[in-house]
């Protein structure tokens, strides 16, 4: 019969003790309230910047709705597949005219990542830094000339080359 009690009784007390110490380790809520993992915020942080006069509005960003395919022709056979996202930066509140014009807008920048392509853009190392600058450089003349000034960069939110 012991045997059989032994292990509810091992249970009944680890419950008990379980219990017992969250109840010690308990913080009230008015203690957890008034604690700051950053510190005392009494006194103003001297070390911070102070801002400068009224900056611009901050840009936004229009992402394109679908990838764009290039492929990467050597010696008249097909070596490679880039596969690209872009966003367009534009000033605040002009992004409906990127959703307008976006059909010629993928027109010329996918003619400029052809021209890439065939000028050896993505071969070898194609996501070094220089290699890609020159690539947004030229995205961002093709957007500007679709849509205008409005147009303040082209990032390159994914990127991927698939050989086959």
Same mark, same amino acid.
Do not use: W
């Given at each position: 019969?012991?045997?059989?009690?032994?292990?509810?009784?091992?249970?009944?007390?680890?419950? %008990?003790? %379980?219990? %017992?110490?969250?109840?010690?380790?308990?913080?009230?809520?008015?203690?957890?309230?008034?604690?700051?993992?950053?510190?005392?915020?009494?006194?103003?942080? *001297? /070390?911070?910047?102070? #801002?400068?006069?009224?900056?611009?509005?901050?840009?936004?960003?229009?992402?394109?709705?679908?990838?764009?395919?290039?492929?990467?022709?050597?010696?008249?056979?097909?070596?490679?597949?880039?596969?690209?996202?872009?966003?367009? #930066?534009?000033?605040?509140?002009?992004?409906?005219?990127?959703?307008?014009? #976006?059909?010629?807008?993928?027109?010329?920048?996918?003619?400029?990542?052809?021209? /890439?392509?065939?000028? %050896?853009?993505?071969?070898?190392?194609?996501?070094?830094?220089?290699?890609?600058?020159?690539?947004?450089?030229?995205? *961002?003349?093709?957007?500007?000339?679709?849509?205008?000034?409005?147009? *303040?960069?082209?990032?390159?939110?994914?990127?991927?080359?698939?050989?086959?």
């Amino acid at each position: 019969m012991i045997r059989k009690l032994f292990p509810i009784l091992l249970i009944l007390i680890g419950a %008990g003790a %379980g219990i %017992g110490a969250g109840i010690i380790l308990k913080s009230s809520p008015t203690d957890m309230a008034n604690h700051n993992p950053c510190g005392d915020m009494s006194e103003p942080d *001297t /070390h911070m910047v102070e #801002e400068g006069p009224a900056e611009a509005e901050m840009p936004e960003y229009v992402e394109l709705n679908n990838q764009f395919v290039i492929p990467v022709v050597s010696v008249d056979l097909v070596e490679s597949l880039v596969v690209m996202s872009v966003g367009i #930066e534009v000033d605040a509140g002009q992004t409906e005219i990127i959703y307008t014009r #976006e059909p010629k807008l993928r027109d010329a920048l996918l003619q400029v990542m052809f021209d /890439h392509a065939n000028i %050896g853009g993505f071969q070898g190392r194609f996501t070094d830094g220089n290699n890609l600058d020159v690539l947004r450089a030229s995205l *961002t003349e093709a957007a500007q000339n679709v849509v205008g000034k409005i147009v *303040t960069g082209v990032v390159i939110t994914d990127i991927a080359r698939q050989d086959v």
